[in-house]
């Protein structure tokens, strides 16, 4: 099967992958492997569900985390017409370029309008077609993002998309390679999300998890919900999901999540507002955490420090006031 170039993300359906674009490659340089994020807006009402099944997401989670939406939103959420949804998928970067790894994939049905792709390759009903779609799992700027595959909507521009998503209008056109006469409408362009930095270790089961500022996952098989605000804090926080168990869980009951040193569960703060619990990642048989001095921490002895300078303060004040006498 050829590779059949890139479909705009706002218009295939459940049933018909009807055009297929020629966007440009996003930019990936060392080999790897991530989650991105790709905009999608359906032509007609749908269902959160219905987008799981179309981009074969295996968790609705993870779409729920990427749309900031609560966790316990139904399956059956009306998406409407138009209204744009970020979707996670699987990246691969290979030859400089980022491409979806091996999703979504599409299955052939009886009747589909697919002669553009039969002109050039046989094709059967039952067939699975995998789609290609743009990604990319570079750092920015030495940051750590998450790239995603934002669909240019008429009459943008590069000001516009940097004031929505965060950035600034320099860095879109540096990582596209391209300008605003260059835009076009329904074409998806690479938008780097900050991420927030993280205390899981390089052990840890999930070590590769980023999170994109104004989203969250779930992760720690679902025992463990962390979400990013890198507008206020550039540091994951993370707290327990308060999921309830599913049945094919790896544990019956979620491990402790506690950091034992100062007895404070995850996501929890010292009463002095100098340390807190954070995620740091789990294994086979637990929930890792660290206990992380926060900078906003203010001690005693910070106090003293600070009282001792006000005084050194006051008596040069007084000083300087006795030699103008």
């Known amino acids: 099967m050829g590779n059949f170039g890139k479909l705009p993300l706002v218009l295939f359906t459940l049933s018909v992958l009807s055009t297929i674009s020629t966007a440009q490659d996003f930019k990936c340089r060392s080999p790897a492997t991530c989650q991105a994020l790709v905009g999608y807006a359906p032509v007609n009402r749908s269902s959160i569900s219905d987008i799981q099944s179309l981009f074969n997401v295996k968790n609705l989670r993870s779409i729920l985390g990427a749309n900031d939406l609560p966790l316990n939103t139904p399956r059956n959420f009306t998406v409407e017409a138009k209204q744009v949804v ?74 516009l998309i940097a004031k929505q998503f965060g950035t600034d209008a320099r860095t879109l056109m540096d990582l596209n390679g391209i300008n605003d006469s260059m835009l076009i409408a329904g074409e998806p362009v690479d938008v780097p999300l900050k991420a927030c930095n993280s205390s899981i270790r390089s052990d840890s089961l999930d070590n590769s998890l980023l999170v994109a500022n104004g989203t969250y996952a779930v992760t720690a098989d679902s025992c463990v919900k962390c979400s990013c605000d890198s507008a206020n804090n550039t540091t994951l926080q993370c707290e327990p999901s308060q999921i309830l168990r599913p049945h094919k869980a790896k544990w019956d ?46 001690t005693p002895s910070n106090n003293a420090s600070k009282m001792g300078s006000n005084w050194n303060f006051l008596l040069i004040s007084i000083f300087i006031l006795f030699l103008n006498m």
Do not use: W
Request: charged share 15%; proline share 5%; glycine share 6%.
């Open 86 to 159: 970020k979707v996670p998928i699987p990246c691969l970067c290979t030859n400089n370029t980022g491409v979806s790894n091996k999703k979504p994939t599409y299955i052939v049905k009886k009747d589909d309008g697919l002669y553009f792709i039969a002109r050039t390759d046989l094709i059967q009903i039952g067939q699975n077609l995998t789609i290609p779609l743009p990604c990319s799992c570079d750092d920015v700027e030495n940051q750590k993002v998450v790239h995603y595959a934002h669909v240019v909507e008429a009459g943008s521009s590069f000001g």
């Open 253 to 298: 009951t979620c491990p402790a999540m506690q950091c034992e040193s100062e007895s404070l569960s995850l996501g929890n703060t010292t009463s002095n507002g100098c340390s807190q619990c954070t995620y740091a990642g789990y294994n086979e048989t637990s929930i890792l955490t660290s206990l992380k001095t926060l900078s906003t921490c203010s």
